[in-house]
C-alpha cells in the first residue's frame, strides 16, 4: 500500500499519521487545539531501532563492533526508521498499521510495525521490532514535540520519577543514578511502576502520558515544545542494557496519551 498521509477521527480528536515522513505523527487535534509542534522535524517521531544517543555510534554486538552514522556528533541519535519512508498495511477511521523494513546504516534485517489507535479520549501507540534472521540488540521509543502553550497558557509538567540518571558533560547517562533535580532538563528518568507523566495546560487540557516502560526522556529546554520520551531503556541503552530481538520473541512497547478537558 503507499504512504500518503492518513487521518483518524473519534468525537472532536483528529491524527495524522505520515508514514512516508519517518512514520511520525504529523498532528494530534483535539476540539480543533493542535497539541503537537508542526514542521517535517516535529510532530512525533518513532525512535527505532535505538532512542537518545548511541556514544560516539558504536555499539558492539558479542564480539562485533558496528558503527552508526554521527547523525548528533560524536554521537548516532534517535535511531534510523524516523529518516526512512513506512508503508501503510492498513487504515480505517481510528487505526493505522504503519511498517518499516530495517536498512543500512542499521546492520541487521528486520520490521517494526507501528499501530496507531484513536479513541474519543485517547491515542494509543504500540511498536514492535521483528526479525526472522539474526538477533540483535535493540530499543523502542517516541518523541512527541507537545507545544509549550496551548489557549495562551503555558504547560505544566507533573511526574514523580524513582531516580535520574546522571548525565555527563556528553549528554550520556554516567551509570549513576541520582535524586531526581530541578528543570530544565534533557534527561532520562526511572519509573519502574511505569511511565507516567501529567501535562497540564490551565483551564485548557490535562495530558498524561502513560507506558508500561520504565524510563522516560524529558526535555524542556526550547521555547517552543516540551518532549516527554517513553522508552525502553536508557540512551546508549544499546550498549548499557541492551533488548535482544529474536526470531521467537519481538521487542514491544506500547504508549498511551488520555486527555481531558480543563
Do not use: K
Amino acid at each position: 500500500m503507499s504512504n500518503e498521509p492518513i487521518t483518524l477521527t473519534a468525537g472532536d480528536a483528529e491524527v495524522t499519521v505520515l508514514p512516508g515522513n519517518g512514520g511520525r505523527i504529523g498532528g494530534l487535534r483535539v476540539g480543533g487545539a493542535e497539541l503537537l509542534r508542526q514542521g517535517d522535524r516535529y510532530g512525533c517521531f518513532p525512535m527505532v531501532p535505538w532512542c537518545g544517543r548511541v556514544r560516539e555510534g558504536r555499539f558492539r554486538d558479542g564480539a562485533v563492533v558496528h558503527q552508526l552514522p554521527l547523525n548528533a556528533p560524536p554521537h548516532a541519535i534517535h535511531g534510523t526508521a524516523r529518516d526512512g519512508a513506512w508503508r501503510t498495511a492498513r487504515a480505517s477511521r481510528t487505526e493505522a498499521v504503519i511498517t518499516y523494513d530495517l536498512t543500512e546504516p542499521w546492520p541487521y534485517p528486520g520490521r517494526v510495525t507501528q499501530v496507531v489507535a484513536l479513541a474519543e479520549d485517547a491515542l494509543t501507540l504500540t511498536m514492535s521490532v521483528e526479525t526472522y534472521e539474526s538477533s540483535f540488540p535493540a530499543q523502542i521509543g517516541w518523541h512527541p514535540w507537545f507545544n509549550r502553550s496551548l489557549g495562551g497558557r503555558e504547560v505544566r509538567i507533573g511526574f514523580e520519577p524513582a531516580w535520574q540518571e546522571e548525565r555527563g558533560a556528553d549528554h550520556l547517562p554516567t551509570g549513576n543514578r541520582v535524586d531526581p533535580e530541578p528543570g530544565p532538563w534533557d534527561d532520562c528518568f526511572g519509573m519502574p511502576g511505569g511511565v507516567d507523566v501529567t501535562l497540564t495546560w490551565p483551564e485548557v487540557l490535562e495530558l498524561r502520558v502513560a507506558s508500561r516502560e520504565e524510563w522516560v526522556v524529558v526535555y524542556d529546554e526550547q521555547r517552543e515544545a516540551v518532549c516527554v520520551e517513553p522508552q525502553t531503556g536508557p540512551p546508549d541503552g544499546l550498549n548499557t542494557l541492551p533488548r535482544l530481538v529474536t526470531p521467537l520473541e519481538p521487542l514491544e512497547a506500547t504508549t498511551t496519551w488520555s486527555w481531558r478537558r480543563l
